[in-house]
């Protein structure tokens, strides 16, 4: 069973810092392509970050560009999304997701994933 555990996240002013964690268990991460989502309240949930099988192929939202950096560290099966120059409008809550399948590039779209974790929730103050 495929269980997707994120942390990290909490409150923290503008142009602060959060690092989040997605661990995994009954999969591992290094054969799969790997997305942060999020959703803020009374909005649909959007792309964040995706990175590729091998880590290599990165692609962010315009949103998150130049701000946040995510990863991949196979020997700990955990993904990490570090988070910094926080703004208020990036409040929301923050899942991870592994693509249904093995397959090559980046996932941006949330169909294409088959399994998420639970969220965690991230708020920025002005």
């Known amino acids: 069973q495929v269980q997707l555990v994120e942390s990290g996240g909490g409150l923290v002013q503008a142009g602060g810092s959060l690092r989040l964690s997605c661990a995994a268990s009954?999969?591992?991460?290094?054969?799969?392509?790997m997305g942060w989502f999020r959703q803020a309240p009374g909005k649909e949930r959007e792309f964040v970050a995706g990175?590729?099988?091998?880590?290599?192929?990165?692609d962010y939202a315009d949103a998150v560009k130049g701000r946040f950096t995510i990863s991949k560290d196979n020997a700990k099966n955990t993904m990490y999304l570090q988070m910094n120059s926080l703004k208020p409008e990036d409040t929301a809550v923050y899942y991870c997701?592994?693509?249904?399948?093995?397959?090559?590039?980046?996932?941006?779209?949330?169909?294409?994933?088959?399994?998420w974790g639970q969220g965690t929730q991230v708020t920025v103050s002005s």
């Open positions: 997701a592994s693509d249904r399948a093995r397959r090559v590039g980046v996932r941006n779209h949330q169909g294409e994933y088959g399994y």
């Open positions: 009954g999969r591992t991460l290094s054969l799969y392509a």
């Open positions: 990175i590729s099988v091998s880590g290599a192929t990165t």
